[in-house]
């Protein structure tokens, strides 16, 4: 299956999910994300932009870019070098606040988007899966994991890329390439809700997630786009994500297997 083939399935899932909420009476789900809605609300963006201003200062403090009060070509230059600087920390802090914000609230919910993507398959194959407590937790725990080695790894992604994004020209191409990255893990983790039940361990799920890379960035597009609206964006995109990741996989899986069996 090609990269773009899976592309379109990792963003045209997301319509699909809705559906399926609402076609099964899903809503539900959607009451627990609330509490991460007012827990964010209650930290306040207001003290991340402070922070993001007070670094900006200091860095061109630091640099001795502090526009002066004359109209001479030095002048001129502070002034531009000032608001270079002050833009690509700004994007920079921004990209990483949301990278860090989107892994937060999955390890939160990641509980709740277990039970879902369990709930999910059993309607769509009739299996059920009765309700082991032990194995909840592994499950859970393996989430959690799953989400904070993705994030150690974008973080990592993320420094070496500020660090190269100083270089003219070249540097440019990591913010587009950070954004396509943060897509990819973020897809990862939804996906992994069902490599779980599969019990794929953590590096065949990353096998099968590299192969299929487009659904991934696909799913972790549409969820960071819907995190971009304000209050319900996290409300709506864990539980939508892990709908459209949950079909997407149930989907691929049944596809290479009919493959398979053809093959034979």
Sequence with gaps: MSF??????????????FEFIAKHNLWHFFIYPVLILVALFIAGYWSVLQLSDWLVDWVTNELGLQAVNDDSWLGWLQVIGAFLVSFLLKVVFLLILSSYIKYIVLIICSPI????????????????????????????????LVTLRNLAMETLLIVSCMIIGWIPVIGWITIPFLYVTAWYFMGFSMMDYSYERMRMTIGQGANFTRKHKGIAIGN??????????PFIGVVIAPILSVVAATLAVLETKKEEADHQNFAA
Excluded: C, Y
């Excluded at 592309?7 to 699909?16: E, Y």
């Excluded at 277990?114 to 499950?139: C, H, T, V, W």
């Design 220 to 229: 972790g597009f549409v969820f960071s786009m819907i995190l971009l609206i």
């Design 4 to 17: 773009w083939s899976d592309l379109g399935k990792g963003i045209s899932t997301h319509v699909r999910g």
């Design 113 to 144: 988007l277990a039970l879902l993507s369990e709930r999910i398959e059993e309607i769509i194959s009739g299996k059920k899966f009765p309700f082991n407590f032990p194995q909840f937790m592994r499950d859970m725990m393996r989430g959690i």
